[in-house]
């Protein structure tokens, strides 16, 4: 079966192969978002085995038949953003952290162990009803494709359930089992045998569960690790298989971007605090600089320079962080929002950097663009133009399409 969409004002594919139409309204703006205006896209496929994918794009005036076909109206289409950093395995409730931090107290980190008490206790049952309650909130702002990290159990049983549960809605499952040392590991001897755990035991449970390693390397927190900690877990992960993923550069100037890089993980996420040796090392990487800017709106902290990044001709993605103690927030189209109006970047490169650039992130060359024999992961803006998303923020007017 093929469907037809067509009533699309503006199809944005975010594929560099297309260029924009010469002399059209907000061609300047949009340029490298690869626009076909008036446009249609026909989507075949789709089993229990494959996904849809797209089978045809161009104008609407040209498109071939197809055994059914629904009319956007006039609305803006754009590749369904790629979230490439999320927390959403998790219970409980840290909304007087929030409040507590707008009055002046600092972030640290350690909040965190209140959220792997109420995980702890949790049942699976309720974890999976409030993961599909968060993917659900996501696709309804337009993201398709989410990365979900754990690090709510910090121990071996809760870890694992934390993967287990993620896997059953994405294949893009990180462990992070060292995102902090936990509470009661922190005594004489416990850092030392928490690492002894998470690169023994912790990992070859979680393994089999996650495609991705992550650490939170933050030597400015007394609950994460420092540089050699972090490069020990992250070995130990690219051992047993896994690829590498880096928190790094959030609280302060720190060593998380060059771990990354001399690594070669996919993405360090964070980079708030960069030198100029760490925008250079990441411009001649092949390491994404994935920028949350929820976290800072959450935590009053400084917003990463993104225009330096780009300057400096480093790849680029934006995420959200949706977690419980930093940004409690799903809204793709708010980070967009977010980094268009604090962080220097413009409409494109914001929407590129949260399509495109989450991609990269995730090494994935199959979602983040609209282009024939890719997923037909798509999003619907009710306007008709991608400008309308930075543009009217706090407003829902994107989603993800259903096919």
Not at 57 to 76: E, F, M, N, R, Y
Not at 209 to 238: I, N
Not at 310 to 330: E, K
Request: charged share 25%; with cysteine.
């Amino acid at each position: 079966m093929s469907m037809l969409i067509t009533g699309i004002r503006e199809l944005v594919t975010c594929d560099d192969t297309v260029e924009n139409a010469r002399g059209r309204t907000n061609a300047d703006l949009t340029r490298g978002l690869g626009v076909v205006p008036d446009a249609a896209v026909v989507i075949g496929g789709g089993s229990e085995d494959s996904a849809p994918a797209v089978e045809w794009i161009g104008p609407a005036d040209q498109a071939p038949a197809a055994d059914w076909a629904i009319d956007l109206g006039g609305k803006a289409v754009l590749p369904g953003f790629v979230d490439s950093h999320a927390h959403l395995v998790f219970a409980g409730d840290r909304s007087a952290e929030f409040a507590a931090r707008m009055t002046g107290q600092p972030y640290d980190g350690g909040g965190i162990a209140l959220t792997m008490a109420a995980t702890r206790e949790a049942g699976d049952a309720e974890l999976r009803d409030l993961l599909a309650k968060r993917v659900g909130e996501m696709r309804s702002q337009g993201t398709t494709t989410v990365e979900i990290k754990s690090g709510y159990g910090l121990d071996v049983e809760h870890e694992v359930r934390a993967l287990r549960l993620a896997r059953e809605v994405t294949p893009e499952t990180t462990f992070l089992g060292a995102h902090v040392v936990p509470p009661d590991r922190r005594g004489a001897g416990g850092r030392e045998a928490y690492l002894d755990l998470v690169c023994g035991e912790m990992l070859a449970a979680c393994a089999p569960y996650a495609r991705w390693v992550d650490v939170f390397c933050e030597p400015a927190s007394a609950h994460a690790f420092d540089g050699e900690e972090s490069r020990r877990v992250l070995e130990a992960g690219r051992d047993a298989g896994l690829e590498l993923r880096v928190h790094g550069n959030q609280l302060g100037h720190g060593p998380g971007v060059q771990l990354a890089v001399e690594l070669g993980a996919a993405s360090v996420d964070h980079c708030t605090y960069l030198s100029d040796e760490d925008v250079e090392a990441l411009a001649g990487s092949g390491t994404v600089a994935t920028l949350l800017p929820g976290v800072e709106f959450s935590t009053r902290q400084p917003y990463p320079d993104a225009r330096r990044l780009f300057d400096a001709g480093v790849d680029v993605a934006l995420a959200t962080d949706c977690n419980p103690g930093t940004c409690s927030s799903s809204s793709m189209p708010l980070m967009i929002a977010l980094a268009v109006r604090e962080m220097g970047m413009t409409p494109a490169e914001a929407l590129r950097a949260a399509t495109v650039g989450g991609a990269r992130a995730l090494r994935r060359d199959d979602v983040g663009r609209i282009r024939v024999g890719q997923r037909a992961d798509l999003a619907v803006v009710d306007a008709p133009s991608v400008l309308h998303i930075p543009y009217r923020v706090g407003v829902p007017i994107v989603r993800a399409l259903e096919v």
